[in-house]
C-alpha cells in the first residue's frame, strides 16, 4: 500500500522538527536556549483561565455548532468590526482549532489544479505547503530586506494575471517582523480590486505591533467581500495550546468552510471557546503589557545581535521574531542554525526553511526571557569569534 501521490506536495514547519532536537539534546543535559518556536513565554491571563475551568465545571465538554457558539461569533464580529472599521456580522465569522484551518479549509474551498496563488516568501510554511498540496501554483513574492520585508509593488503587478486566484497578505509577518505600509496596502487593494480573486489576510500577529496598527486590507473599499480575515488568540492571549483561532469571510465561504469542518474536525471545542469569548471581552492589560515587554526585548535584543560581526538585522515592526542578515559570517545559514544549535546551545531556524528568499538570513524569536536573550547573543557572538 503506497501513500496517495499528493502526499508528496505536503510540507511542514522546521520549528518542530528543531525543538525535537533541542529537547534531545536537552534530555542529554545540555542547557538550550529555545528561539525556535512562535509562541509568547506568557502564561494565559488568569481570567481566560478561570473562564475555562468555569466552562469545565458547568458542562461545558460536549459537540458545539459547527460554525461556533452565537455569542463567541458576535464578540468576534463587533471586535473586527471595531479594530478594522469595518462592519460584519456574526454570519460572516467561522471558529476553528486554531489559525491554520482558517488556511486549509478556504484554500481547499476555493482552489482548483493549476490555480495561481501569490504567497510572501520568506513566509509562513504552511502557505506554500497547501498551495502545493492542493494542486495549485505557488507564486512567491519576494520579501526583501530593502524594501523592509514588503511588497515589491511593481512586481505584484507583473504577477497578476488571469490563472491568479488567491493573495496572500501576512501583517505583520512571520517570520521578518515587517509590516506592509498602510500606502502599499492601499495600492495592492487598487491592483486587485477588480480581479477575479480572493485575497487571504493573515493578521494574526495584528495586536503585537510596536507602532501604529497595521491596515487590514479588508477595511478598504470594495475589499471586505474579496478578503478572508485570519486571526485567533494564540498569539495575542498566549494560548497556542488551546487550539482556537477564527475567520471572517464572505457568507458562501462560510458555509464551505462548515463543510469541511462537518467532514473533519465536527466543532470547535466548547471550553475553549468559553475562554476565548473571556479574552475578547475582559480585561486587555495582559496583552499591554506583554506587547511593552516584546518591545523592551526587541530593542536589545537587535541592538545585540547587530554588535555580532557579520549580522545586520532590521528592527521588526511587529510580532516577535529578529529576522537578522547572517551573509557577512560566510557561512550558510542553514549550517549556521545547525552549529548554533549543537555547539552553542541556541536553538533557532535557517530563514530558508521559510522559503528560498530567507536563505542567509535566520530567525530567532524573542518571546524567551530577556536574560536568556542577552545570554543568546553572548553564546553566539563567542561561537562566531572562535569560529571565524
Known amino acids: 500500500m503506497k501513500l496517495a501521490e499528493r502526499m508528496s506536495r505536503i510540507g511542514g514547519e522546521t520549528a518542530f522538527d528543531v525543538l525535537v532536537q533541542a529537547r534531545r539534546l536537552e534530555a542529554e543535559g545540555r542547557r538550550i ?3 525556535e518556536i512562535g509562541e509568547p513565554d506568557f502564561a494565559t491571563p488568569r481570567h481566560i483561565v478561570e473562564a475555562a475551568h468555569r466552562a469545565l465545571d458547568e458542562g461545558w465538554t460536549h459537540y458545539g455548532p459547527t460554525q461556533g457558539y452565537p455569542d463567541l461569533r458576535e464578540a468576534v464580529a463587533s471586535y473586527i468590526s471595531r479594530t478594522r472599521g469595518v462592519r460584519v456580522g456574526p454570519e ?6 486554531g489559525g491554520k484551518p482558517i488556511i486549509f479549509f478556504p484554500l481547499m474551498a476555493v482552489l482548483e489544479p493549476g490555480d495561481e496563488v501569490i504567497y510572501p516568501n520568506p ?17 512567491p513574492m519576494p520579501l526583501v530586506e530593502e524594501r ?3 511588497f515589491d509593488l511593481d512586481l505584484l503587478r507583473q504577477k497578476l494575471n488571469h490563472r491568479t486566484k488567491l493573495l496572500i497578505l501576512n501583517s505583520p509577518q512571520n ?14 487593494a487598487e491592483m486587485v480590486r477588480e480581479r477575479d480573486l480572493l485575497v487571504l489576510s493573515d493578521e494574526i500577529y ?11 486590507i479588508a ?3 470594495g475589499m471586505l467581500e474579496k478578503t478572508i480575515i485570519l486571526d485567533g488568540f494564540s498569539k495575542t492571549y498566549a494560548m497556542t495550546g488551546w487550539r482556537i483561532g477564527y475567520g471572517v469571510m464572505p457568507e458562501w465561504l462560510v458555509q464551505a468552510v462548515n463543510q469541511l469542518m462537518v467532514n473533519s474536525t465536527s466543532c470547535t471545542a466548547s471550553f475553549t471557546q468559553r475562554a476565548a469569548l473571556a479574552a475578547l471581552t475582559g480585561p486587555q492589560d495582559a496583552v499591554e503589557e506583554m506587547v511593552a515587554e516584546f518591545r523592551r526585548r526587541r530593542d536589545a535584543f537587535c541592538n545585540g545581535l547587530n554588535q555580532i560581526p557579520g549580522f545586520r538585522c532590521a528592527l521588526p515592526g511587529g510580532a516577535f521574531y529578529a529576522f537578522p542578515n547572517v551573509q557577512g559570517t560566510g557561512i550558510g545559514s542553514r549550517e549556521l542554525a545547525d552549529r548554533l544549535l549543537q555547539e552553542a546551545g541556541v536553538a533557532c531556524l535557517n530563514g530558508g526553511s521559510f ?5 542567509g538570513y535566520l530567525r530567532l524569536s524573542y518571546a524567551n526571557s530577556y536574560a536568556n536573550l542577552m545570554e543568546a547573543v553572548e553564546r553566539v557572538g563567542e561561537f562566531l569569534s572562535v569560529r571565524l
Not at 495584528?206 to 487590514?216: A, E, F, K, L, T
Not at 522559503?355 to 536563505?359: C, I, K, M, N, T
Request: hydrophobic share 45%.
Open 33 to 35: 536556549i529555545h528561539l
Open 92 to 97: 460572516r465569522v467561522a471558529v476553528a482549532p
Open 123 to 139: 513566509g509562513f510554511p504552511i502557505y506554500e505547503s497547501m498551495i502545493r498540496f492542493l494542486g495549485a501554483v505557488p507564486v
Open 148 to 150: 523592509g520585508f514588503s
Open 175 to 188: 517570520p521578518t517582523g515587517g509590516v506592509i505600509p498602510a500606502e502599499d496596502i492601499r495600492a495592492i
Open 206 to 216: 495584528s495586536r503585537i505591533v510596536y507602532g501604529d496598527p497595521p491596515v487590514s
Open 219 to 221: 477595511s478598504l473599499p
Open 355 to 359: 522559503g528560498a528568499y530567507g536563505d
